[in-house]
């Protein structure tokens, strides 16, 4: 029995989705893509991405685009402290909620090791996803010093990381914390949640070779979106 075409490329996007080859968040070709590419009618196109979205795998985002649904995201915690992979980061965009240089006793966190008068950078933003649904809360403390013209950087687009390595910062080692909390009122209303959620927050720390803290970065996921884990390979027998 011969498989109709529609579900041959319904198929082929499937496996490409379960295998992570197109993953959570990434933008399905359009109608007029498939069309092109499968030599098939824009209303055989459209029963393909219709389907992956009533099958759960896709959305449709009338005037957006068709992407991968993000039902439950699955963060690998080696990607946060990866400069290449912390670059690409999750799909979507930043809003920033505040971003301000202040003292280091008066920033919204802590920098270790950092006097009271020391002059930090305070960067808040919550990341959107594709779907424009609050995923998650990121809060900057970056010593000045370090960091002088951070505040004229985009900073919708801002990757901390890779901006303090081109500018010569000597990071030396980088420090990942998991911290359980449960949200405040401020949180839960960015995040779209009930106030006192429990939740998972990633905490990152940059040390320069002199031990100093370069920048310390919170990461408040929203409850529920995510499953963190790490992934290393076997030891040699």
Known sequence: MTV?????????????????????????????????QYGVSRATA?????????????????????????????????????????????????EVVSARIVRA????????????????VELVRRKLDVREEPHSVERHVVLFAAAPDLMNENLEELVTLPYLQRRGVPVDSIRLY????????????????????PALIRRRELRADDGSTVEVVTTLVRPGTAEFFLELPAPAV
């Open 178 to 197: 998991l911290d359980p909390v449960v949200l405040d009122e401020d949180d839960a209303l960015l995040l779209h949640c009930e106030t006192g959620t």
């Open 105 to 120: 006793a008066d920033a919204v966190l802590s920098l270790p090791g950092a006097s009271a008068d020391t002059a930090v």
């Open 4 to 36: 109709p075409l529609y579900v041959q490329i319904r198929r082929g996007i499937e496996a490409k989705i379960r295998s992570g080859a197109l993953p959570p968040g990434a933008r399905l070709p359009t109608e007029m893509d498939l069309s092109a």
């Open 46 to 94: 459209q029963r393909v991405l219709n389907d992956l979205a009533e099958a759960g795998l896709a959305i449709r985002r009338r005037r957006h685009g068709t992407f991968v649904a993000d039902v439950m995201r699955q963060i690998n915690l080696l990607n946060f402290v990866t400069p290449a992979a912390a670059a690409k980061g999750v799909p979507g965009r930043h």
